[in-house]
């Protein structure tokens, strides 16, 4: 069964820095685009980046463009998301999540992982 | 960039249908068929349960349909049974390798 587990989170001053890594397995992960998505607690889904399958190309939503850069081993099948300059609002489970998309056209979030969280305080 | 909109809550009694609504603009819903849905229980992680628009991943029972007009999507969920209670989310293709998410809809099953 195709898998994501997601590692590195937990409790980061403000101003802080963070590294948060995804490991795949179970599927050919170089052959698609993953995506983080973050869900701050109480809140609903919001996504963060994206990047392309051979790492190439990197997607930001505005409210992280800058602090935030996503990148990715496939030699390790490995994703990651450092961010940096980190605030309350950044609290929140951080999600990775697989790409879908298939010669059909088929784009959409099919394998998501369980999530690590992030606290920004003090 | 602003979450699409769908109402916060919304609730049926088991056998009866329910439907929750996505509101975006031309630039995300109304732009693209790239429209999907997802179902999160509390402490789980989301699952898809309708692609691009209309399409059911296999596993996904058919008293879940979907659909869209003009820069609205809605999910229609028929015959509720107890597990459906969740929280639903939209989610749109934005352009730009980007996307949206609406603000989530919590379904209870009365």
């Known amino acids: 069964e195709e898998q994501l587990l997601e590692s590195g989170g937990g409790l980061v001053q403000p101003g802080g820095s963070l590294r948060l890594s995804c490991a795949a397995s179970r599927f050919s992960f170089s052959t698609y685009g993953m995506s983080w998505v973050r869900q701050a607690p109480g809140k609903g889904l919001e996504w963060v980046s994206g990047i392309s399958a051979g790492g190439a190309d990197t997607y930001y939503a505005d409210s992280v463009k800058g602090p935030f850069t996503i990148s990715r081993d496939n030699s390790k099948n490995t994703l990651y998301l450092q961010m940096s300059s980190l605030s309350g609002e950044d609290t929140a489970v951080y999600y990775c999540v697989k790409n879908y998309y298939d010669s059909q056209g088929h784009w959409y979030f099919d394998l998501w992982g369980r999530g690590t969280l992030v606290t920004v305080s003090s | 960039q602003s979450a699409l909109t769908q109402p916060r809550s919304v609730s049926g009694s088991p056998g009866q249908s329910v439907t929750i609504s996505c509101t975006g603009t031309?630039?995300?819903?109304?732009?693209?068929?790239?429209v999907s849905w997802y179902q999160q229980h509390p402490g789980k992680a989301p699952k898809v349960i309708i692609f691009d628009v209309t399409e059911r991943p296999s596993g996904v029972p058919d008293r879940f349909s979907a659909s869209k007009s003009g820069n609205t999507a809605s999910l229609t969920i028929s015959g509720l049974q107890a597990e459906d209670e969740a929280d639903y989310y939209c989610c749109s293709y934005a352009g730009a390798y980007t996307w949206m998410f609406g603000g989530g809809t919590k379904l209870t099953v009365l």
């Open positions: 031309s630039s995300n819903v109304g732009g693209y068929n790239y």
